[in-house]
């Protein structure tokens, strides 16, 4: 018996293996490796050094890893930035370690806060969801005894999952609003160290940092009493 197509098969599977490449020919010749390693840094890329050597080995190009390295360290100072970590938390974008120690603690002061607060928001409209899924349900005619029943513990589960996600995002809220308080503070602490400002400009800031010192005991309180009501739920909850 004949194996028809067989052949073609492995022809378009090779054809899709040797489409992952990790660069091209015209990459690999070209051979501006700073560059490449300059847009993999502002990327976010991981060190991608060994997979570029394996592929340019093919076209008998040996990669610089000098000039490659240098250009993504460079590269990496532009992505870890707490203004970048900022950003990348607020889209809720997975961070793959990749900043240097010297680095990720700026980046990570800057995306912690804000992807906690994303990710707590994502999972409240994923349970939201579940909600009105389970509540279209209840509302089929056609739904069976079996169904209603399902479909009711499903919505109850899914109404007690929205309440805790809710009490996430009121925690990460509060957790936000005491880092962006304090990262102030200590913008105004470091100015007021510069002996070279003028009065009307300390006097300005230290009102600042009074206004600011305010706040943070108010955050501060909220965020006490909130904890605190959240305790006494899972108490509440074992019983």
């Known amino acids: ?22 660069i091209s020919q015209e990459e690999c010749l070209l051979g501006d490796w700073y560059q490449i390693g300059l847009s993999d840094g502002q990327n976010g890329q991981s060190n991608r050094a060994a997979d570029y050597s394996k592929d340019c080995s093919e076209y008998q190009v040996k990669m610089d890893l000098k000039s490659y390295n240098k250009g993504r360290s460079e590269g990496l100072k532009t992505y870890c930035s707490y203004d970048n970590g900022v950003s990348l938390g607020q889209s809720n974008q ?7 120690a010297d680095l990720s603690s700026e980046f990570l002061s800057g995306y912690r806060p804000y992807k906690n607060l994303a990710s707590a928001q994502y999972e409240v409209r994923k349970s939201q969801n579940n909600i009105d899924h389970y509540q279209g349900q209840l509302m089929s005619e056609t739904i069976s005894e079996n169904g209603r029943k399902n479909a009711t513990a499903n919505l109850n589960s899914a109404k007690m999952k929205l309440e805790k996600d809710e009490a996430k995002v009121r925690k990460y809220q509060q ?3 005491i880092h962006k308080i304090q990262r102030e503070k200590s913008q105004i602490l470091a100015e007021l160290s510069d002996k070279d400002i003028s009065n009307s400009r300390r006097e300005q800031l230290n009102k600042r940092l009074s206004a600011l010192n305010t706040q943070e005991a108010v955050s501060d309180g909220v965020s006490t009493v909130e904890s605190a009501i959240q305790g006494i739920k899972k108490i509440a909850d074992m019983f």
């Open 1 to 22: 018996m004949q194996r028809y197509g067989l052949v073609p098969f492995f022809t378009l599977l090779l054809g899709s293996l040797s489409g992952c490449a990790s």
């Open 94 to 100: 997975r961070y793959s370690n990749v900043c240097p």
């Open 175 to 177: 957790e936000l609003e």
